[in-house]
Structure formats: C-alpha cells, structure tokens
C-alpha cells in the first residue's frame, strides 16, 4: 500500500480510513485561537518507504496531536501533544 502513496494520500489515508470513526481537525477550530498549537494535517516520507502523518484529533475530554507512521507492516500511532477541552 505505501509504494502507492505520496504525503497528500497518506493524509487522505488516514482521515479518512483509520479515523473513520473519529474527528480528525483538518482545519484550526476554535481552541486554538490565540495559541501557537495549531498544526495542519501533514505527512512526510520516512525513508524507508513509510510514511509519517501528524495531525489533531478531537478526543474525549479534548485534543490530541497524533502521528501515525505508515509502513508496509501496518500503522502505528503516537501522541505526542494533548489539549484538555
């Protein structure tokens, strides 16, 4: 599946595939107005034919900044920032 990628399908990907069932925030809301948290969906080639894609998902009780890393043995996912609601 990763040899068929580039950085905007690994996007596509994941918001709408792995997180199917979940909120992922392709645009800025509300909560981070006035912050310096807000990051846009983006993915980044790994070097090893993988993929990492950071972007913000709206959680339970907040938002969590998560990256998946895509690779030809599956996903994983890391969240690296949360933000309490």
């Known amino acids: ?6 950085n ?5 990907w994941v918001t709408q595939v792995l997180l199917s069932f979940e909120e992922p925030l392709l645009k ?3 909560e981070f107005t006035g912050t310096g948290d807000w990051l846009a969906p983006t993915a980044e080639g790994d070097g090893s034919r993988g993929f990492k894609v950071k972007l913000w ?8 900044l998560r990256q998946y890393h895509l690779t030809s ?3 994983r996912v890391s969240v690296l920032k949360r933000l309490r609601a």
């Open 1 to 6: 599946m990763c040899a068929r990628l580039d």
């Open 8 to 12: 905007e399908l690994a996007v596509a």
């Open 28 to 30: 800025s809301p509300t």
């Open 57 to 64: 998902v709206r959680e339970k009780g907040g938002l969590a």
């Open 73 to 75: 043995k599956g996903a």
